[in-house]
């Protein structure tokens, strides 16, 4: 069963930086597109950043220019680099992955706290 593992959250202050990063296992395919998303308590999960295995990336409208979204050229390995952290990107932020045919996965999420 594929497996999506998320590390790298924890507590930071007001315009600090955290590296997140997302593994794949029991993964015998290259996902199509791995990114991640965002989700506070009794909100919609929100998007963050995608990457293609072509390597064109999206990024939602509130991370643009301080969030970078990276991928291993081999394997199924992610990273986020979130600079310039503020209150608002406090959240639970998880990992996902799809394949070509519509198969989609989701990790348990990492907490990011952003304290002011």
């Known amino acids: 069963q594929v497996q999506l593992v998320e590390s790298g959250g924890g507590l930071v202050q007001t315009g600090g930086s955290l590296t997140l990063s997302c593994v794949a296992s029991?993964?015998?395919?290259?996902?199509?597109?791995m990114g991640w998303y965002r989700q506070i308590p009794g909100e919609e999960r929100e998007l963050v950043a995608f990457m293609t295995s072509n390597g064109q990336t999206t990024y939602g409208d509130s991370v643009k220019g301080r969030f970078t979204i990276s991928r291993e050229n081999t394997g199924n390995k992610i990273y986020l680099r979130m600079n310039i952290l503020q209150p608002d990107d406090t959240a639970l932020y998880y990992c996902?992955?799809?394949?070509?045919?519509?198969?989609?996965?989701w990790g348990q999420g990492t907490q990011v706290t952003v304290s002011s």
């Open positions: 029991r993964v015998p395919f290259r996902f199509n597109v």
């Open positions: 996902n992955a799809a394949t070509s045919y519509g198969a989609e996965y």
